[in-house]
Each structure stands twice: as structure tokens, then as C-alpha cells.
């Protein structure tokens, strides 16, 4: 039950991050839960070999460069998903990967949390 939570939570961020910049553009809650969807499976597959890969510049960088990384699990997922999900650039998705992060974790701390411990 919590992945179906933290799926509808990643799909209403990706939203919320499409309705705060033009350059990235997503075709609506449907395909922000396809998008969510993907980016989970992305995230589970592809993203560890990622880390792995770039451990040294991850150590260097004292953990920044999982942004980037992040980042690129975006664009993957935009580019899987055509033209239902786009962004305009690896910038925007390193602004987009920091915002995905850090409402990602606000929401998940203070209410996807509390609502799951109390069942």
C-alpha cells in the first residue's frame, strides 16, 4: 500500500514541478502516474548501476552529483515516455530533480508518514 502512496505522491510532484516551469511539460495526472510508474522502475534498474558507475564523483562531489544522476533518471523517463513528458534540457532537469527531491521529501515527512503510522 505504501508504494501505491509514494507512486501518487511522485505523479502530484511531478505536476506540481510541471506547472512551475515551462520547460518541462507533462499531459496530465494520467500520464504523471505513467511517468511516476516508469521513473520507479528507472529508479529500481537503471539508477543503481548509475551509482555504482559513478561512485568516485559522487565521493568527490560529497553526494551532489546523485542530483545529477537523479537527473538523468528524468530524462530517461521523459524520453520513454515521448512526447506526454518532456524537458527542455539536462539544466532543468537538475532544477527539477532538486525540486523533485526536496518536495518529495516534505510531503512524504509530513503527511505521507503520520497517515501510514496511524493504520
Request: glycine fraction near 6%; charged fraction near 5%; proline fraction near 3%.
Amino acid at each position: 500500500m505504501r508504494w501505491l502512496i509514494q507512486l501518487i505522491v511522485n505523479a502530484v510532484v511531478l505536476l506540481i514541478i510541471a506547472n512551475l516551469f515551462a520547460a518541462v511539460e507533462l499531459s496530465g495526472f494520467g500520464m504523471a502516474l505513467l511517468a511516476s510508474l516508469i521513473l520507479a522502475v528507472v529508479n529500481t534498474i537503471v539508477k543503481p548501476i548509475l551509482v555504482v558507475l559513478t561512485l568516485p564523483a559522487t565521493i568527490l562531489s560529497l553526494g551532489l552529483f546523485l542530483f545529477v544522476i537523479n537527473a538523468v533518471t528524468l530524462l530517461l523517463t521523459a524520453w520513454l515516455m515521448g512526447d506526454a513528458f518532456t524537458i527542455d534540457g539536462f539544466g532543468w532537469a537538475i532544477l527539477a530533480a532538486v525540486i523533485f527531491a526536496a518536495l518529495n521529501a516534505i510531503i512524504s515527512n509530513f503527511i505521507v508518514d503520520p497517515l501510514t503510522k496511524k493504520s
